[in-house]
């Protein structure tokens, strides 16, 4: 079964999208804020990670660079999920090698299994 890990201190949106993930047949885990994040990416090697960018301790873009400057852990597929989505932070992404993004205002829950399923088929 794919892991997917969601790094998210919103709660309400961390059960969404894991209801939403686990009907679709993956195994779904959170954490609650970037350092604890972190950690669990080195300890669980998730399939796909969906990362929320303004958290507690330890933002997004930190919570990317770390995992990026990791052999093993660039490999990862990560999507931003962004409250900005402003360029300046976009192109950052980018250039860091994220793969896809949501803008949380435009927030579609269906759009988040696709843009997960693009990166992450089941089959």
Same mark, same amino acid.
């Given at each position: 079964m794919k892991k997917i890990l969601i790094i998210e #201190? =919103?709660?309400i949106m961390v059960d969404l999208l894991m209801k939403k993930l686990s /009907? =679709?047949?993956y195994s779904v885990s959170a954490a609650f804020d970037g350092e =604890?994040? !972190?950690s669990k990416i080195r300890e669980t090697k998730p399939d796909l990670v969906l990362l929320d960018m303004v958290m507690p301790k330890m933002?997004? $873009?930190?919570v990317i660079e770390e995992v990026v /400057? #990791?052999?093993e !852990?660039? /490999? $990862?597929p990560l999507i931003v999920i962004s409250n900005s989505g402003q360029p300046v932070e976009l192109e950052r992404i980018k250039e860091l090698g994220v793969k896809d993004w949501l803008i949380k205002t435009e927030?579609?829950?269906?759009e988040v299994i696709e843009k997960v399923k693009r990166q992450l088929p089941l089959h």
């Amino acid at each position: 079964m794919k892991k997917i890990l969601i790094i998210e #201190d =919103e709660r309400i949106m961390v059960d969404l999208l894991m209801k939403k993930l686990s /009907k =679709e047949g993956y195994s779904v885990s959170a954490a609650f804020d970037g350092e =604890e994040g !972190l950690s669990k990416i080195r300890e669980t090697k998730p399939d796909l990670v969906l990362l929320d960018m303004v958290m507690p301790k330890m933002g997004g $873009i930190e919570v990317i660079e770390e995992v990026v /400057k #990791d052999k093993e !852990l660039k /490999k $990862i597929p990560l999507i931003v999920i962004s409250n900005s989505g402003q360029p300046v932070e976009l192109e950052r992404i980018k250039e860091l090698g994220v793969k896809d993004w949501l803008i949380k205002t435009e927030f579609d829950p269906q759009e988040v299994i696709e843009k997960v399923k693009r990166q992450l088929p089941l089959h």
